[in-house]
Structures are given as structure tokens and as C-alpha cells.
């Protein structure tokens, strides 16, 4: 998608799935459209591209390996200062994937799937001298949300993030609600949780004045929450 595709300097950043189910970063220049540094084949064999952010000089990559039972993945960061010794580390195979990568301050938000299809998981990754690691996460079984980048509500500056998703409780009744989270600089804190129904694609949120204002899928019905 866009997201898998930057321009820095006149330099094109593109990561692509390949046709052999692994990932590949190639740099093009926008001068003569030639390939002037590329990592091929850099994921373990059988995983395709699941999200990409860029950051400057910094990439970060999510691909995964994706089957009816298994979803497993690792997280990349790309160092692209210099394009004649592009350097990354990863996190490892861990539980799940990350359909949305965002530069959070000084770490990695990851929002996508935890364990199974039907498990939200929210992480929080920061780069170390050796590798990426997961400082925390925040997870919700049997649980419906959106993929749809722009339904997300990304408070850079304070560190919260605000989505909609519906949870099946232990009686089977369906939640439908919307979250704000907070990174406190160890944790993800359930800051707001408040009803709201509707596709969670369509919803919208912002905050004026520490007012977090949630608009549905029918703008008549909105929500206003006060922060606590």
C-alpha cells in the first residue's frame, strides 16, 4: 500500500513482497530510476510484507508468516543514513503481527493481531543496540476492529492512541466500544473506555481541550467523554 513506498532526498524507498513469499527493500533513485542499495529476501522463507512505516533515514518493516491457525511475525528496523551499508535488526519471531506500524516519539507502535485472527493486540517496540524488542502490549480476545488507518486516533505528543473495537464476552454478547490508550513509558493505560456502536471503519475521534469527542458512522450520534 502507500505506506510501503517513502521519497527522501530523491531517493524512492520501496519494500515489496516477493513472488517467492519473502520481502525485499530496494532505493531508487529518482534521477535515472536505477536501483542504488537493495536488502533482498531479508524475512524468514514463506512471510509477505504486513506493514511499513518510514521515519527519516529509519524504516521499520512488519512481515509475517499467516495461516488459518498460526500468525507469527518479526518487526525490522532499517538504518538507510548510508545506502552503501544499509544495516537492520529485528525482534525475533513473536506472537502475532502488526497490520499498522506508527513512529510513536522515541518507540514503535505496532496495532494488529495478537496470538489468532480474533485478538487485538496493541505493542510498543523500541530500537536497542542489538535488536527491537517489545517494551509492553495491550491485548483483547474475541474481538472485531479496523485496519483502517485513518479510524485511529494518534495523539503523538501525549503517546495515546484511541480505536474502536467490538469484544465477545464470556456470556456472548457482543461489547462494542472505544478505547484510548496512553503510554506511561512502561505500559499501555486504559485512560477512556466508553460505548460507542456503528462500523469501526467509519468512527472518528479527536480531543479539543482534553475533551476526547467520538463520532459514529451516523455523525447525529456522537459521544463526548470527559478525561478522568
Same mark, same amino acid.
Given at each position: 500500500?502507500q ?11 520501496v ?6 513469499r !519473502?520481502?525485499?527493500?530496494?532505493c +531508487?533513485?529518482l534521477?535515472?530510476?536505477?536501483? @542504488?542499495a $537493495?536488502?533482498?529476501n ?5 512471510e509477505t ?6 521515519d527519516?533515514?529509519?524504516?521499520y518493516v512488519?512481515?509475517?508468516?499467516t495461516t488459518v ?5 518479526p518487526?525490522?528496523?532499517?538504518d538507510l ?5 544499509i544495516?537492520?535488526?529485528d525482534?525475533?519471531t513473536?506472537?502475532g503481527f502488526s497490520?499498522?506500524l506508527v513512529?510513536f516519539?522515541?518507540?514503535?507502535l505496532?496495532?494488529g493481531?495478537?496470538?489468532d485472527? !480474533?485478538?487485538?493486540?496493541?505493542? +510498543?517496540y523500541a530500537?536497542?543496540d542489538t535488536? @527491537?524488542? $517489545?517494551?509492553?502490549s495491550?491485548?483483547v480476545?474475541r ?8 479510524s485511529?486516533l494518534i ?5 495515546r492512541?484511541g480505536?474502536?473495537y ?10 462494542d466500544c472505544?478505547v484510548?490508550?496512553q503510554f506511561?513509558?512502561?505500559n ?10 456503528g462500523?469501526h471503519?467509519?468512527i ?5 481541550d482534553e ?8 455523525? +447525529?450520534k ?6 478522568a
Open positions: 500500500n505506506y510501503s513506498m517513502d521519497e527522501y532526498e530523491g531517493i524512492l524507498r519494500v515489496t513482497t516477493t513472488t517467492n !519473502n520481502a525485499s527493500l530496494y +531508487i533513485s534521477d535515472n530510476w536505477k536501483v @542504488v $537493495s536488502v533482498e531479508f524475512a524468514p522463507e514463506g510484507v504486513r506493514s511499513v512505516r518510514y527519516g533515514t529509519a524504516a512488519c512481515t509475517a508468516y491457525v498460526e500468525l507469527h511475525d518487526v525490522y528496523f532499517f543514513s548510508d545506502l552503501d551499508n544495516t537492520y535488526k525482534t525475533g513473536i506472537e497490520s499498522s513512529n516519539g522515541d518507540v514503535l505496532g496495532i493481531y495478537g496470538e485472527w !480474533n485478538t487485538l493486540k496493541i505493542e +510498543i530500537e536497542t535488536s @527491537v524488542e $517489545s517494551i509492553c495491550y491485548e480476545p474481538c472485531e476492529f479496523s485496519e483502517e488507518y485513518k485511529y495523539d503523538r505528543k501525549n503517546m492512541l480505536l474502536g467490538s469484544h465477545l464476552d464470556e456470556n456472548g454478547s457482543y461489547e472505544y484510548l490508550l506511561d513509558g512502561y499501555l493505560i486504559e485512560v477512556v473506555k466508553a460505548p460507542v456502536t462500523n471503519d467509519y472518528r475521534a479527536v480531543i479539543i475533551y476526547l469527542y467520538i463520532f459514529g458512522d451516523n455523525f +447525529i456522537h459521544i463526548k467523554v470527559v478525561f
